[in-house]
């Protein structure tokens, strides 16, 4: 079985500084792993991925997310925070090898931006 | 282009009474899915869909029935509505049908609070 796990229910920082989203996983096989973002009565929307070949992904809005197959980890970053990135935080894994055709969810990291 | 859409955007219901959710999208995408999202439990699967004609059963898809219409209508139907389906679901498509490389696009959600 795969599952997911983010240790945070809210990350606090302020506003110009570096933000970070922690999000582990354990999968059976090579993972495909991805970040979404949801603002209020929204839907989630697709921050970045995972795949294969270079550690570090670059996203949307200037995320970006490193992956360590060493700690099973996919850790999501931001250099500069602002306050508008102030939403909940969402990791997903899912297994390449297998071929499933679901995601497994964490149960979110709430993000707050301080001005 | 609309994406995903999702009606009712709310609905109240009593229990043991049914009602449909609907979903569609406009972007040709084969696979679709229901998710429900708790407080603290994240995006939990109901059922999928990986292609027309096709459904499976996800994590949680007890009390729940589906439809697969058509290529673009994936259908959500509640028999017999009970207090613990009160909820926020979530419609989602993805393009291709194996494995997940490609990302999950989602609707606004359907606020159902079953009394």
């Known amino acids: 079985a795969q599952s997911v796990a983010q240790p945070e229910d809210q990350v606090n920082v302020a506003e110009g500084n570096p933000l970070t989203v922690k999000c582990t996983y354990s999968?059976?096989?090579?993972?495909?792993l991805f970040w979404y973002v949801q603002y209020p009565n929204r839907g989630l929307q697709f921050l970045l991925k995972?795949?294969?070949?270079?550690?570090l992904v670059k996203g949307s809005y200037g995320f970006e997310a490193e992956f360590n197959k060493s700690q099973t980890s996919f850790h999501l970053k931001k250099p500069s925070a602002l306050v508008s990135d102030s939403a909940l935080y969402f990791c997903?894994?899912?297994?390449?090898?297998?071929?499933?055709?679901?995601?497994?969810f964490g149960s979110g990291t709430r993000l707050q931006v301080q001005p | 282009n609309a994406g995903v859409t999702q009606t009712p955007k709310f609905q109240v219901l009593k229990t043991g009474q049914s009602m449909t959710l609907q979903c569609a999208q406009d972007?040709?995408?084969?696979?679709m899915y229901w998710y429900r999202q708790d407080p603290g439990m994240g995006l939990r699967l109901i059922y999928y869909s990986a292609s027309e004609g096709t459904t499976d059963k996800g994590e949680v898809p007890n009390g729940y029935n589906v439809s697969r219409l058509n290529k673009r209508e994936f259908s959500l139907r509640l028999e017999s509505a009970a207090p613990s389906q009160t909820s926020v679901y979530f419609c989602?498509?993805?393009?291709?049908?194996?494995?997940?490389?490609?990302?999950?696009?989602f609707g606004d959600g359907t606020r159902l609070s079953i009394l």
């Open positions: 989602a498509s993805r393009a291709g049908t194996g494995g997940q490389n490609q990302p999950q696009h």
């Open positions: 972007m040709n995408h084969n696979s």
């Open positions: 997903a894994v899912s297994v390449m090898d297998t071929g499933r055709r679901a995601l497994t």
């Open positions: 995972y795949i294969t070949g270079d550690n």
């Open positions: 999968v059976s096989g090579n993972p495909y």
